[in-house]
């Protein structure tokens, strides 16, 4: 897992929606696994994208669609080689939410609708979760639920995460950390690392 911090406006979300494809750099490249993002054709960057997974601080379920369904939502217009329903009743297990399936997200409190979030990007099978602020609307407790969650899932699922956050907690316990001040990204762990870019539009 790799923590992104720094101040507001420092650019993490910018970093984390750059990465995803989300955004477009106004100039420059992005490299993601050999993957030159920048360059690529409509249809090879939906590809692209379909690798990634997005947790966001709001958690941006659908108010009209039951946890499963919103998990399936992620993955309705593509072929997959799984039941797309089996698989996302047995991620809401996962995250601990058996038996919720069908309720509406104002049904469930803000831990649940994150947990159901979490489930929907993990559906796809992807390589990468991007996770802005996920734990930023949350108290304490169930913010630290949240993160052994998604610490869990990186073993379990075999999944690189790179989470934004303002909280030391998260950041304490992630394997890599890199700081972003006024677009200028630093690792600061491991040790020895040295600048290795600048984060913008």
């Known amino acids: 897992m790799i923590a992104v911090t ?17 955004d ?3 100039a420059g490249t992005i490299t993601v696994d050999d993957t030159e993002v920048t360059t690529l054709t409509r ?30 939502a992620a993955v309705l217009p593509y072929p997959t080689d799984f039941d797309k329903k089996t698989r996302a009743a047995a991620l809401l297990a996962q995250v601990g939410l ?6 509406l997200p104002s049904r469930l409190s803000g831990g649940q609708q ?39 899932l990186r073993d379990t699922e075999g999944v690189t995460i ?5 909280d030391p907690t998260i950041a304490a316990q992630a394997d890599h950390t890199i700081h972003i001040t006024d677009g200028q990204i630093t690792p600061s762990h491991p040790a020895g690392a040295t600048a290795i870019g600048t984060a913008r539009r």
């Open 43 to 72: 249809g090879a960057l939906a590809r692209y994208r379909r690798g990634i997974g997005f947790v966001f601080q709001r958690y941006n379920l659908l108010p009209a669609l039951t946890a499963l369904d919103n998990v399936t």
């Open 6 to 22: 720094g101040p507001s406006g420092s650019g993490k979300s910018t970093l984390l929606h750059l990465i995803g494809a989300i």
């Open 24 to 26: 477009r750099p106004d």
């Open 98 to 103: 058996a038996g919720r399936e069908n309720s």
């Open 114 to 152: 994150q947990r159901v979030a979490i489930a929907r990007a993990l559906i796809g099978r992807p390589r990468l979760i991007l996770a802005d602020e996920p734990t930023g609307n949350l108290d304490s407790h169930t913010g630290a639920e949240i993160l052994a969650l998604l610490l869990g």
């Open 162 to 166: 790179m989470i934004a956050t303002h």
